[in-house]
């Protein structure tokens, strides 16, 4: 059964910081790009960070570079988004991705996890 679970979310005041995880299981994300993204009440879901399968040159959207890193243990078949300096725009729910290398179309999604950021 192929499944991505997030944790490490939750409450924290402004300037803070958080580490999300996610493991996978049912595949090896060795041959995936993993992605992390979010989305708040009312809007989109935004990408927030990327990585390819060789670990080559994250990606992250302007708002959150400099402050989150992305980085992935393909033996732990695990992929972790540190958050630092969060701000309450930062406040979403925020998903893992996996996008297949070689299969076109492929990828799963995990269930969320919530980071509210607030005084």
């Known amino acids: 059964q192929v499944q991505l679970v997030e944790s490490g979310g939750g409450l924290v005041q402004p300037g803070e910081g958080l580490r999300l995880s996610c493991a996978a299981s049912g595949f090896a994300i060795s041959g995936y790009a993993m992605n992390w993204y979010r989305q708040s009440p009312g809007k989109e879901r935004e990408l927030v960070a990327a990585?390819?399968?060789?670990?080559?040159?994250?990606n992250y959207a302007d708002v959150v570079k400099g402050r989150f890193t992305i980085s992935r243990d393909n033996a732990k078949n695990t992929v972790d988004l540190q958050m630092n300096s969060l701000k309450p725009e930062d406040t979403a729910v925020y998903y893992c991705?996996?996008?297949?290398?070689?299969?076109?179309?492929?990828?799963?999604w995990g269930q969320g996890t919530q980071v509210t950021v607030s005084s």
């Open positions: 991705n996996a996008v297949s290398r070689y299969i076109s179309g492929r990828h799963y």
């Open positions: 990585i390819t399968s060789t670990s080559n040159s994250p």
